[in-house]
């Protein structure tokens, strides 16, 4: 006897892997690269539509970019218990790389769940001691509007 979905609560808290996976298994290849101290206003199409390719955002000359996603509740991402939103992940080459490390390969540094709201994600460039920081990088996101299409409009500016 077949049980009702209803009734199976695992089934509806799948969600689909974060962008980097997706990426480095080929499934996805992401789009833009934004010179420091520049805005740009992208277009983001949910993860599971063939348009849901994740912005890439490097910061130049470090191991360190940020991937842009627009998740919904659609494909695999159908268990998301938030609704809709645009995450920011950190990705850390050398923490990838690294099996023993302190370093986090990836790491979701921010979720904007509404249109309107904003975050802000960045980091030092020198994280051994905050006193010696170099300076500060990183991006900050707003969410700009809802599209017809289905996708979002979002400003992504690099800090420096």
């Not at 009734?7 to 789009?31: M, Q």
């Not at 919904?72 to 992940?89: C, K, M, P, V, Y």
């Not at 001691?129 to 809802?146: A, F, H, Q, R, Y």
Request: hydrophobic share 40%.
């Amino acid at each position: 006897m077949s049980q009702a979905p209803s009734k199976i609560p695992w089934l509806y808290n799948v969600a689909h892997i974060n962008p980097y996976y997706k990426a480095l298994f080929g499934w996805v290849t992401p789009k833009l690269d934004l010179p420091a101290g520049k805005a740009s206003v992208k277009d983001l199409w949910p993860a599971a539509s063939p348009a849901g390719a994740p912005v890439i955002v490097s910061m130049g000359d470090s191991d360190q970019y940020y991937l842009v996603e627009f998740r919904d509740r659609s494909g695999f991402d159908f268990g998301l218990t938030e609704g809709a939103g645009i995450n920011i992940w950190r990705v850390d080459k050398l923490g990838l790389e690294a099996i023993y490390s302190q370093r986090k390969g990836i790491t979701c540094e921010g979720v904007i769940g509404a249109v309107g709201q904003s975050v802000t994600a960045n980091w030092y460039t020198n994280s051994s001691e905050i006193s010696d920081v170099d300076e500060v990088v990183g991006i900050s996101i707003t969410w700009l509007s809802e599209n017809r299409d289905g996708s979002v409009t979002v400003k992504i500016d690099r800090l420096l």
